[in-house]
């Protein structure tokens, strides 16, 4: 057979996947979630078979409470029959399926409900959202499922219509098995990597940045949901927005095209006549259509040119204005069948080459946008998502001042949920699918079973990566927050996979999105010297950002993120809250280790962060709470000094920066702004001031004063004031000086290296940069700490405290101001951290949205800080407590 008939063929079968029924995100008219009263059996300790379980008669007496969704171990977790995987090393407790098999983690799971038999032409379907990684399904005494059902991303949908019982109390029994191939968790990125044969999670056989899951997430881990429809059902809507030309944020528009269709199942054995018809923004579309019997049609409605339209922008250009677009079917024009609401963002995304940078830059809505985004793994590592944790962790990065996310391709599709939250706060997405350089032989690996060359070919099943890619681009297309495809992390899919993925299916179902091959591809940006990556992980001399030259699309860069003392104590064991040991040169075995670390610090990936050369300028750590207080000095300045260099080269060297990474799904040490339980550390505070939209820094290689503008339009009579203070807080004036500044633009003021170094020489200093508008109101301030002529932080060690004047009052429910006030003639007050503690326990409350935290104030100068949290329904006011850097901490109660 040729190569072309070969092609050919490939695209006929692709067209085919792509006509499978499946269903969208978006709300359906007339569904509910099947989310309680589960019970579960291990398969080992059920005889019967799935025909008589699903029978109401069957007795499930001592049969377990099951979550659902949710994993095996979920369950296990929420029955006690484990301890909490997350803490101490009580994962090592936990049998790994590697050693058990398949059959330990098998499991039956049940759930009866109440669901008549409909009337007339009305149907009842039973779909999943996610199971893994294959099953069978009983109702009522007969098999659901007449073909396999494997593969960890895949929704499916059934019609129950005729299975349901005449007395309407129904009994659903599924049994789950595990991933066919569950991998050795012998260390290795993805443990040997046979994880990665199956269409599924890689990293639940062990990453650097976490430890097995001992299931491999193995269970009914999505949601459960019965629809009831009329004849005909309504599927997969898709809606595409174009935005032509170049627009402003704000404004009058020129109108935007919409262009909507779905898909139509004629259930019935007779022809049905009538409109799709789909209402957005007070305008109304309306196509009249024939149904075939028994037949799945996709209909295209007319375009649709929308007058003035809300346009949505990413984070920090503009607003996030989110149309509904309710999609319906009407038989003979008036009976409705079924219908969708779809949340609709109007925007456009595009892409050009920059051949300044020789990098891709991305353009929404015809504007070009910096990048300045986060690597995510998953929300989860256990699966147990909330659209409350999505939000937080979204609203999180956008605070950080990022506009973009990007899924790694070790984990999944991410759910409707999450986008709805990206959709809300303006964050870009960037969709990896499910490959990784490590598992799938990019690199040769002497922890992996087999080599590259079957690696390369991985998964076994390249059809159902296919159709689960075609399922999982309808699930997510429509949401305006989806900016960019990516093949794979760090290594392309097999051509079998890239070829159709990137020809056939994504034109045909999207169409209107960035496609990368693979995360840090050529395709992507090029360095001086040709080729593209990422990198560096590891702590850097915050110089090291401003005048070393990386990847001009760099889509991993960047390691630290331990927590402060009561983030470690959430998770580590009292006796093991033991802070790290270093180790100097004279006692240090050749090439041995500089530091020696408590085991399960180790067990939660402390071990290769590297603190030690940055910890040390401020002094070794006394203990565990010294040594996490100072890290979080470093974790700030890091991440600041990181957005920093990038931003100070932006258009000229780079188009955007991607950190890895920005959030933890367990209780790892490694790359993350806010811990697993939501609390911030330094890094997220940091990196927000240096992503500021408009934001003053100082070059610590040359001493050029900076201001950076991201808006899109330029900014005139803007004033820097710049300042140095000493220890004792004497004030130093640089210059006071009014900056016109361009649209998205970085624009050098003067060098003030000479100065800052002889006022710095003893015991360092405070360099204070504050950006005022024509009427003197603050716009942003940024205060660095400088070390002494020696490199060290002598200064801070004899820093005095300076109490500040606080009080707080209630806004409204959930919503705090603080105001702070640093009297004149004293030290600068010093990286202060406000914190919301319960009023009995003392404990902080979690999650809380800080406006500002770890910052300094000068001399007689005053801040205000709001705070938003969820309140606990009849809880107390919360306290506020404020500590500083020399150990002051203050305690005040909130008036209401």
């Excluded at 993925?501 to 999207?510: G, Q």
């Excluded at 959030?663 to 890094?683: F, I, K, V």
């Excluded at 004030?731 to 060098?751: G, Q, R, Y």
Aim: hydrophobic share 35%.
């Amino acid at each position: 057979m040729s190569k072309t008939t070969k092609f050919r063929l490939l695209k006929m079968l692709f067209s085919l996947l792509i006509l499978f029924a499946t269903f969208n995100q978006s709300s359906a008219q007339d569904q509910y979630e099947l989310n309680s009263g589960w019970l579960c059996m291990p398969s080992t300790q059920v005889k019967a078979k799935g025909t008589e379980i699903s029978n109401a008669t069957f007795s499930l007496s001592g049969w377990k409470k099951a979550v659902v969704p949710g994993t095996v171990l979920t369950t296990m977790l929420e029955n006690k029959e484990v301890p909490d995987p997350f803490f101490g090393m009580n994962n090592k407790l936990i049998p790994d399926i590697y050693e058990t098999g398949r059959d330990y983690y098998t499991y039956w799971f049940t759930k009866d409900f109440k669901e008549a038999i409909p009337g007339a032409d009305g149907q009842v379907w039973l779909k999943f959202r996610g199971i893994n990684y294959s099953c069978d399904i009983f109702l009522n005494g007969k098999k659901v499922n007449d073909k396999p059902f494997k593969g960890m991303y895949l929704r499916k949908t059934f019609n129950i219509t005729s299975l349901l019982s005449k007395s309407g109390t129904n009994r659903l029994a599924v049994i789950v098995y595990p991933p066919d191939e569950v991998g050795n968790p012998n260390g290795g990125q993805g443990g040997d990597g046979t994880i990665a044969k199956g269409v599924a999670h890689q990293y639940t056989a062990g990453w650097d940045w976490i430890r097995p899951i001992r299931d491999r997430n193995t269970g009914i881990w999505d949601k459960v949901y019965i629809e009831r429809t009329g004849g005909v059902s309504l599927d997969n809507p898709h809606v595409v927005t174009l935005v032509p030309g170049k627009r402003e944020a704000s404004g009058p528009q020129q109108p935007a095209i919409i262009k909507v269709s779905a898909e139509l199942k004629n259930t019935t054995a007779r022809p049905v006549t009538g409109n799709l018809v789909y209402t957005m923004g007070g305008q109304k579309v309306t196509k009249s259509v024939t149904l075939k019997p028994n037949s799945t049609n996709e209909i295209n409605l007319p375009e649709l040119s929308f007058a003035n339209p809300k346009l949505w922008w990413p984070a920090g250009y503009g607003k996030q204005d989110l149309y509904a677009l309710k999609i319906s079917f009407l038989e003979k024009g008036t009976k409705l069948c079924d219908s969708q609401t779809v949340n609709v963002g109007i925007r456009e995304i595009q892409t050009a080459w920059n051949v300044t940078t020789k990098s891709k830059e991305v353009l929404v809505n015809g504007q070009k946008i910096f990048i300045k985004g986060g690597n995510w793994i998953i929300s989860d590592a256990m699966l147990r998502f909330t659209d409350a944790r999505y939000d937080t962790e979204i609203r999180y990065h956008r605070d950080m001042n990022l506009n973009l996310i990007r899924i790694w391709g070790g984990a999944l599709i991410e759910r409707p949920e999450f986008y709805q939250a990206c959709d809300k706060y303006g964050m870009l997405v960037l969709q990896d699918f499910w490959m990784s350089g490590d598992c799938n032989g990019r690199w040769e690996d002497p922890m992996k079973l087999e080599d590259q060359w079957k690696r390369r070919k991985y998964p076994d099943d390249h059809h159902l990566f296919l159709e689960s890619a075609t399922d999982m681009i309808k699930m997510v297309r429509n949401h305006a927050s989806l900016a960019i495809w990516c093949g794979g992390n760090e290594i392309t899919p097999p051509d079998d996979i890239l070829i159709p993925l990137r020809d056939s299916i994504l034109p045909k179902l999207d169409g209107t999105r960035w496609f990368i091959d693979y995360s840090n591809s050529d395709s992507m940006s090029l360095n001086t010297i040709g080729g593209n990556g990422d990198g560096p992980y590891t702590i850097q001399d915050v110089s090291t950002f401003w005048k070393d030259r990386t990847f001009p699309f760099n889509s991993e860069v960047g390691s630290v993120g331990v927590g402060d003392l009561e983030s470690l104590e959430r998770f580590i064991p009292k006796a093991n809250l033991i802070a790290p040991v270093y180790i100097t040169p004279e006692k240090r075995e050749a090439k041995g280790p500089s530091e020696k670390v408590d085991s399960v610090w180790d067990y939660h990936n402390y071990l290769g962060v590297g603190y030690e050369q940055h910890i040390l300028p401020y002094g070794k750590p006394a203990d565990v709470a010294d040594f996490a207080k100072k890290a979080q000095l470093v974790n700030y300045d890091q991440y600041r000094g990181l957005m920093e260099g990038f931003s100070a080269h932006m258009w000229e060297w780079y188009t955007g920066v991607i950190i890895w990474k920005t959030q933890n799904p367990w209780t790892s040490m490694r790359g993350q702004m806010y811990d697993y339980y939501l609390d911030p550390n330094a890094c997220l505070f940091g990196l927000r001031s240096g992503s500021e939209p408009l934001h003053a820094m100082y070059n610590p290689v040359d001493g050029m004063l900076m201001v950076v503008n991201n808006g899109f339009k330029g900014k005139q009579n803007i004033m820097l004031d710049a300042r140095v203070f000493d220890m004792d807080g004497k004030e130093t004036s640089l210059t006071k000086v009014f900056c016109f500044l361009d649209p998205a633009s970085t624009k050098k003021v003067m060098s003030v290296k000479k100065i800052v170094d002889e006022l710095s020489a003893k015991k360092g200093s405070f360099l204070s940069l504050q950006l005022l508008d024509e009427n003197k109101n603050l716009l942003s301030t940024n205060l660095y700490w400088l070390a002494d002529s020696k490199g060290g932080y002598s200064g801070l060690n004899e820093l005095k405290g300076s109490a500040l004047k606080m009080t707080a009052k209630q806004l409204k429910s959930g919503q705090i101001e603080v105001s702070l006030s640093n009297p004149a003639n004293g030290p600068v007050s010093f990286f202060n951290r406000v914190s919301l503690v319960n009023a009995q326990t003392k404990k902080r409350v979690l999650p809380v949205f800080y406006e500002d935290n770890y910052f300094s104030i000068l001399p007689g100068a005053d801040k205000k800080i709001i705070i938003d949290y969820q309140p606990e329904k009849g809880a107390s006011l919360p306290m506020i407590t404020l500590t500083n850097y020399v150990g002051q901490e203050q305690t005040i109660q909130i008036n209401p």
